[in-house]
């Protein structure tokens, strides 16, 4: 069985926000990877994979198709075969696990798909994003389709706000920088969908929605267009800015004892958190001018570069 792999991917910027229409950048991350195989239904893995495929199946053979349609019967004979999705993304971390997987089953599956080979208008990508939406909102509740879209092109994508998404370059890396994004492994997985109902009970609230409105996805704008402008002395006062408005609001998604550490990298410059994702485990995105002096500071833990500069 030939089947392209996909990559997860790490929401540099908008987590949260993007519900509301802030901006958002989303970047490969080509570490982790999945793909579709063929294994023996004995082996317990592969068919607790299937079983879940197949009940993947289910929910997308209910979706509207004239948002997508499937070949279900080519599903269904490759089910019987054998096929599981064999990944290395860990689940519940941050790094788009579901996305990867709703990717590969509209790459696979999806009749009249749009092909990352064509000329791919921004409308198209809109498409993709709809379709993908609906699909990953079996796992999450509600989903903004960006982890499937960011997988499935496998380029970086610039959310502008809901209605306007595009592909994007960022800036080059120097892999001799000091300065770096990393990964911190706070050693939990989580689920999204309690964080984001989480989020949206707090969001009913007059004050925390102002908050949100006028902070957050202020200061989230702000970091998305100093990232790409590689205007990094004006992102670092911004992610520093981010990283408290993220402390004082999003408590519940920031697992416990991080809590501690988070307000360190605050007081000391040394280094400045933020959400990957949802929260509540998995990973948590670092930012550090100094890499050194932050793994230094975060000794115990396990820190994973994503991007130097």
């Keep these: 069985m030939k089947a392209p792999l996909f990559y997860s991917k790490i929401l540099l910027f908008g987590e949260y926000g993007i519900i509301k229409n802030s901006k958002g950048l989303s970047i490969p991350y ?28 289910d929910f997308i053979s209910k979706l509207d198709n ?7 019967n080519k599903m269904d004979n490759d089910l019987n075969m054998g096929m599981y999705f064999d990944s290395t993304i860990p ?14 089953i509209y790459d696979r599956y999806a009749q009249n798909k749009i092909t990352v080979l ?49 592909t994007t370059w960022i800036p080059s890396q ?12 706070s050693g939990e997985s989580s689920d999204t969908a309690p964080m984001v109902e989480i989020f949206f009970e707090s ?19 702000n970091c998305v267009d100093d990232f790409l402008k590689a205007d990094f002395k004006s992102l670092f006062l911004n992610i520093k800015k981010l990283s408290k408005v993220v402390l004082k609001n999003f408590k519940p ?24 994702g949802s929260g509540g485990g998995g990973y948590i995105l670092g930012f550090s001018q100094d890499f050194e002096k932050a793994k230094s500071a975060l000794r115990d833990y396990k820190l994973e570069v994503v991007y130097n500069f």
């Design 174 to 185: 120097f892999y001799n920088g000091k300065g770096a994004v990393f990964l911190l492994d």
């Design 203 to 221: 969001m009913k609230n007059k004050e925390y929605s102002k908050i949100i409105k006028e902070d957050f996805i202020n200061t989230t704008d």
């Design 30 to 57: 080509n570490f982790f990877k999945g793909g579709f195989k063929l294994g023996d239904l004995n082996n317990q893995e592969v068919k607790k994979s299937n079983n879940n495929l197949r009940l993947f199946k």
């Design 253 to 276: 998604m920031i697992p416990e004892d991080l809590h501690n550490i988070w307000a360190k990298g605050i007081e000391s410059n040394d280094y400045f958190l933020k959400l990957c």
């Design 118 to 166: 064509e000329n791919l208008t921004k409308e198209k990508i809109l498409v993709l994003k709809h379709v993908f939406s609906e699909m990953e909102s079996y796992f999450h509740g509600k989903s903004s389709g960006l982890d499937p879209l960011n997988s499935y092109l496998s380029l970086p994508i610039l959310m502008h706000s809901k209605n306007k998404v595009e």
């Design 66 to 72: 004239t948002i997508v349609a499937f070949d279900l």
């Design 91 to 104: 689940q519940g971390y941050g790094v788009g696990s579901s996305g990867a997987l709703v990717a590969a």
